[in-house]
């Protein structure tokens, strides 16, 4: 049975949903945003950021703050960094909760969230939702950024299958921001999955690629962290078809999902969905499991 509590976590006023294994805290005082994600009662693996912060001229403040938010790309800092400082509008649904941010100025968008947790075990479901309320169409993808602590690893499968059936056309790619270091020494490039060691002490990276398989996971502390969108081939995605993305700093790491870039009309509302699920040390999914070891043994 899933719990609703209403409190404050890290400064903010916040619904805590929980069941007996996962713990999920979702303000209500700024976003839409999720600041807190516990596991079989165990800290907060997401990272919280209270001085994080970009000054774009003539806007108030953006504060990146942590946890779990929502963007939309193409990353532009007129549209990107606009402050979610203001409280959203909440309701309670059954294991979860509604959110409801006031809308983007100067673009028009609204951003909402739909988040539900398992009865009892450590899975969690949300729906992203970007409405166009301004009177011009926006061309944008849904973009789903979850921040969380730095110290694990992040692991990311990569396309082994043939694209033709004599294996002779290329069957995957990899795409690189102008401040990555190819031979930066927290990557490693594998035949099966792409590791990252969220160990920087400065800098950052950020790689991303499609991603069929659909899943991203971080392992930290014993504890995985394994997040999932539906990859849909014939979609136009942004940034050379990364639908999947990492970017790492050295307080955190980020796992992130685009959705289909799309020409949002007014009144039109876009969905992207996610669905996380934390497992203990001894209940890895074999697949992920098989990586991650084969990682620590080389």
């Known amino acids: 049975m899933v719990k609703h509590t209403q409190m404050q976590f890290e400064g903010f006023d916040c619904v805590k949903l929980e069941n007996e294994q996962l713990a999920l805290w979702v303000t209500t005082s700024i976003g839409p945003r999720v600041l807190g994600l516990s596991a079989f009662g165990r800290e907060n693996m997401f990272v ?4 994080a912060k ?5 806007r108030e403040t953006y504060y990146f703050r942590g946890g779990h938010r929502l963007w939309y790309a193409p990353e532009k800092p007129e549209i990107t960094y606009i402050p979610d ?7 309670e649904i ?9 809308v983007d100025e100067p673009s028009g968008v609204q951003k909402s969230f739909g988040i539900r947790i398992a009865d009892s075990s450590a899975e969690v479901e949300i729906d992203h939702f970007l409405t166009n309320l301004g009177n011009n169409p926006i061309d944008l993808a849904p973009w789903a950024i979850t921040q969380l602590r730095a110290g694990g690893v992040g692991i990311f499968p990569q396309q082994t299958g043939f694209d033709d059936e004599h294996g002779l056309l290329p069957n995957r790619h990899l795409v690189l921001w102008p401040y990555t270091k190819i031979n930066s020494p927290q990557i490693h490039w594998g035949d099966e999955a792409v590791y990252l060691e ?14 069929p398989a659909g899943w991203l996971a971080y392992a930290l502390d014993g504890t995985l962290f394994v997040k999932r969108a539906i990859y849909h081939s014939d979609a136009n995605y942004l ?4 639908s999947s993305q990492c ?9 992130e999902t685009l959705g289909a870039y799309v020409s949002l009309q007014p009144g039109e509302t876009i969905r992207h969905q996610e669905s996380w ?8 999914p074999e697949e992920i499991a098989a990586l991650y070891h084969g990682f620590v043994k080389e």
């Open 85 to 91: 400082n203001q409280a959203v509008a909440f309701e």
């Open 277 to 284: 699920k934390i497992y203990s040390e001894s209940k890895w």
């Open 94 to 102: 059954e294991n979860g909760v509604k959110l409801v941010q006031p």
């Open 198 to 211: 969220a160990n920087m002490t400065e800098g950052a990276l950020k790689i991303g690629f499609p991603n």
């Open 48 to 51: 919280i950021l209270p001085d």
């Open 239 to 242: 940034d050379r078809r990364a």
């Open 54 to 58: 970009y000054d774009h001229p003539g």
């Open 247 to 255: 970017y790492s700093a050295p307080q955190f790491i980020e796992l």
